[in-house]
């Protein structure tokens, strides 16, 4: 949330890849979500996202407005953790893209 209000540019997503919709809003209720998600009956629609998450759950993502995959917690197929993607939108939003190579972001 701090980001967004610091930076409205940024839209935080959430896409879902529990079983059922229920299963979904329960989620997003218990963890007291306050950003956008796809819709539960929409993400076939989403068919980069399912690539590139593969089967690991949870995934961060930072996509660009094009599409493209600016950063992933989810290297080889495995979870490597939230934080090399939030090193990313910081140095991204502090206007410091040499940091990217750095964490390993193409």
Known sequence: QKTTDRHPEVEIVFFSFDRSA???ANYMRDMN???LAV???KRDDHA???KVAGETIPS???VDSAGNVLSQSTVAGKDIGPDKVLADLDAILSGDRSR???TGTQ
């Open 22 to 24: 229920q299963e979904m």
């Open 100 to 102: 990217l190579a750095r």
């Open 48 to 50: 980069l996202i399912t």
């Open 60 to 62: 961060l993502f930072l």
């Open 39 to 41: 819709d539960y009956d």
């Open 33 to 35: 979500m306050p950003w």
